[in-house]
């Protein structure tokens, strides 16, 4: 028996629940729902763009949808260019 079923059935603990187990100085976390993964996000914005069409991230999104587009959608091409904000403007091009 799994360690969340047996505190279920003997606590009334539900999945809803968050419980924390020490083991050997860390913390193992059990009950806790995963999150969308973000790169869904960026190939939901990938889908929405058109060529000429642009969009302002921060350096460290900008990272991110680069590597989106390289892994999910070949032919896909951009450019981008940091602005005098910081962050990075990033174009749909041919």
């Not at 999150?35 to 996000?41: D, G, R, S, V």
């Not at 680069?66 to 041919?94: D, L």
């Amino acid at each position: 028996m799994m360690l969340l079923e047996l505190l279920e059935s003997s606590c009334g603990v539900s999945h809803d629940t968050t419980i924390m187990v020490p083991v050997m100085g860390y913390t193992i976390d059990k009950g806790i729902p995963l999150p969308e993964a973000q790169h869904c996000m960026w190939d939901k914005i990938i889908s929405a763009m058109e060529i000429g069409d642009s969009i302002l991230l921060s350096q460290e999104n900008a990272v991110k949808f680069a590597g989106a587009v390289y892994r999910k959608q070949p032919g896909f091409n951009i450019t981008r260019r940091k602005q005098p904000s910081g962050q990075v403007r990033i174009w749909a091009i041919k």
